[in-house]
C-alpha cells in the first residue's frame, strides 16, 4: 500500500467487461492506492463476483469498514447485481438517490451506481460506467460540453450544467475486431507499429462518406490488391476509416467546443490524431477520473463528509 493512504474514506471500484480496478480514496477524493486486475464480468470464474470482489480488497484489510461503492458493467444483467436504469437529464445527486445496497456473505456492504438510458429515434441506448467518469471529470473543472470515451463501445456524451443531457453509443470497437479476426480484411493485414498515415488517410475517407461506410470498407481489400497502400497499413487504415465514420456520425458539425477524451491507452492517442484531423480540438482527462466520480457520488449519498 501506498505510505501516502492515511486517512482513506472510500473504496471506489469500476468494474467492466474486460478489466477491474479499485481505489482507496482520500478524505480529498484523492486517489491513494490502486489496484487493477484482467478480471472483469466476462472473466469471472463461475460468476463468483463476491471472490473476485474479496481478492481485490484484500491488500486494504486493515481498512476494512470503509463504504464500497462499484460502477460499471458489474451492475448488468450479466454482472454481480442488476440495477435500474436512470433517464436523462441526471447528475451527481440523481445516481446517488439511485444507489442500490448489496450485502455479502460476510457482512461487507457494497453500494452499486445504477446505469442510464436514453432513446433515439424509440431505439434505446444505455450506459453503464461512463455515467461516474463523467461526474468525476466537473471535479476538474470540465463539467459542461462534449466528451468522448473510445472503446469496445464508444460514447459520445453531451453534458450541460453538469449533467448528463444526452449520448450516442457506436460499436466501433466490436466491428474493428470482427472485421480483422472474422472477415477476408483480417488476412490482409501485416502487423507493424502504429502508421498514422494510413490512419489518417483512413480518417479522411470516414469523415467524407460515413454514410457510405459499407461500401468503403470494401477499399480495404483493393487498396492492398492494387499495391496502394502496403500490408503494414491495412490496419490502421481500417482503424481510421472506422474511427472517422464514428465522428462523422456524432455530428461533428455541431460541436463547437474542445472535446474531452476519457481514456488511458493507445485508442486514445487514435482519437487525439483523428479529432484534429476532423479539425477538432481535444484534451485528456486525467487517469483517475472515475476514482473522483465515485468520491462524489458517494458524497452526493452521504456516504463519504
Given at each position: 500500500m501506498n505510505s501516502a493512504a492515511?486517512?482513506?474514506?472510500?473504496?471506489?471500484?469500476?468494474?467492466?467487461?474486460?478489466?477491474?480496478?479499485?481505489?482507496?480514496?482520500?478524505?480529498?477524493?484523492?486517489?491513494?492506492?490502486?489496484?487493477?486486475?484482467?478480471?472483469?464480468?466476462?472473466?469471472?470464474?463461475?460468476?463468483?463476483?463476491?471472490?473476485?470482489?474479496?481478492?481485490?480488497?484484500?491488500?486494504w484489510v486493515k481498512v476494512q469498514g470503509l463504504p464500497v461503492i462499484a460502477s460499471g458493467m458489474i451492475t448488468s444483467r450479466n454482472g454481480w447485481v442488476e440495477t435500474p436504469y436512470l433517464p436523462l437529464p441526471s447528475g451527481a445527486q440523481e445516481l446517488a438517490d439511485a444507489l442500490v445496497a448489496h450485502q455479502t456473505s460476510?457482512?461487507?456492504?457494497?453500494?452499486?451506481?445504477?446505469?442510464?438510458?436514453?432513446?433515439?429515434?424509440?431505439?434505446p441506448d444505455v450506459m453503464r460506467g461512463e455515467e461516474t467518469q463523467i461526474i468525476g471529470a466537473t471535479a476538474f473543472g470540465m463539467s459542461d460540453g462534449v466528451f468522448v470515451l473510445p472503446g469496445t463501445h464508444s460514447k459520445w456524451i453531451t453534458v450541460r450544467d453538469s449533467q448528463i443531457d444526452d449520448y450516442s453509443t457506436f460499436m466501433t470497437g466490436d466491428i474493428f475486431a470482427a472485421l480483422r479476426q472474422h472477415t477476408i480484411l483480417g488476412a490482409l493485414i501485416e502487423e507493424g507499429p502504429f502508421n498514422q498515415q494510413a490512419f489518417e488517410r483512413g480518417c479522411a475517407v470516414g469523415f467524407a462518406e460515413g454514410g457510405n461506410l459499407l461500401h468503403d470498407l470494401f477499399g480495404v481489400r483493393t487498396l492492398p490488391l492494387f499495391e496502394k497502400i502496403t500490408g503494414n497499413?491495412?490496419?490502421?487504415?481500417?482503424?481510421?476509416?472506422?474511427?472517422g465514420a464514428e465522428i462523422q456520425g456524432a455530428n461533428v458539425a455541431s460541436i463547437k467546443d474542445?472535446?474531452?477524451?476519457?481514456?488511458?491507452?493507445?485508442?486514445?492517442?487514435?482519437?487525439?490524431?483523428?479529432?484534429?484531423?476532423?479539425?477538432?480540438?481535444?484534451k485528456r482527462a486525467p487517469d483517475d477520473i472515475v476514482a473522483k466520480g465515485h468520491f462524489l457520488i458517494a458524497k452526493a449519498a452521504g456516504l463519504v463528509s
Open positions: 492515511s486517512n482513506p474514506v472510500l473504496i471506489g471500484i469500476d468494474w467492466g467487461t474486460s478489466s477491474l480496478r479499485a481505489f482507496l480514496i482520500g478524505a480529498g477524493g484523492e486517489v491513494l492506492d490502486q489496484v487493477s486486475k484482467s478480471e472483469g464480468i466476462m472473466h469471472v470464474k463461475d460468476g463468483d463476483f463476491e471472490g473476485s470482489f474479496s481478492s481485490l480488497i484484500e491488500p460476510d457482512g461487507t456492504k457494497v453500494i452499486f451506481v445504477t446505469g442510464m438510458t436514453t432513446d433515439h429515434g424509440d431505439v497499413m491495412v490496419s490502421d487504415y481500417l482503424s481510421g476509416l472506422l474511427i474542445t472535446v474531452t477524451i476519457i481514456g488511458r491507452d493507445d485508442l486514445a492517442d487514435r482519437y487525439e490524431v483523428a479529432l484534429k484531423a476532423a479539425g477538432l480540438k481535444s
